[in-house]
């Protein structure tokens, strides 16, 4: 398999495991989300999986509409939020009028988009004076044991996908701000596994592959002081691009 079919079977692979992804990966923080946002209130979550950011966005009364090309993830954000309007695109076709939305929020997803053509999109539909913005969940590997731990899940499909913050420039998008927010998810060793076995390098791999993965992850936590007395937080980082839409 080579790198564009290995980088296809990981982004394509999150609809079979739709329920887990929705119950174990973590949301953002609200400071984040209203760092994009201001006071903007008609709002895209573009790549919405399971609806992860979309409930953040609803905490702010904003009237959110979610595109989603994976049918299955589409199918979950639409069981947990069904009052959203869930609908079948991609982030190189936005099925969105020029000009309808005020903002266009990705979570966790720009890295699997075909940049050039997302951001002709994504500044087709942005008013004039809305804003861009995309945000990652990673893990603080500053941590020692969070380090520790990072080093431990890789498979023969690859690492876990390496967080990329930075958005090339588009001539209607004004030059984009970056800012990090301290961010934690609470966690025990099981739950931990499982929100591990949702990244595509895991849940891509064989069974046998995975199963070793589990294992020597499981391991390490039990030997931890941090992790092994039952519910932790695992520390994570959240990291915000922002750009405004000339």
Known sequence: ???????????????????????????YPAEAIEWVIGDRMRVLDLAAGTGRLTEGLLA????????????????????RIPDVPALDGSAEDIPLPDASVEAVLVGHAFHWFNTDKALTEITRVLR????????????????????GLAEL??????????????????DLLEPHELKTFPHRQRRTVESLLATLGTHSQISVADATERAQVFDRVRTYLWSRPETSAGE???????????AIRR
């Open 1 to 27: 398999m080579d790198e564009s079919e290995l980088f296809a079977k990981r982004a394509s692979s999150f609809g079979a495991n739709a329920a887990a992804y929705a119950q174990h990966r973590p949301g």
């Open 60 to 79: 702010f009364g904003l009237e959110v509409t979610a595109v989603e090309p994976d049918e299955a993830m589409r199918a979950e954000l639409t069981r």
């Open 128 to 147: 004039p004076g809305g804003v861009f913005g995309a945000l990652w969940n990673h893990d603080d590997l500053t941590v020692d044991w969070v380090a």
């Open 153 to 170: 899940t890789a498979t023969s499909l690859g690492e876990v996908q390496r967080v990329k913050v930075d958005v090339p420039s588009h």
């Open 232 to 242: 932790f937080d695992r520390p994570l980082i959240t990291s915000v691009v922002r």
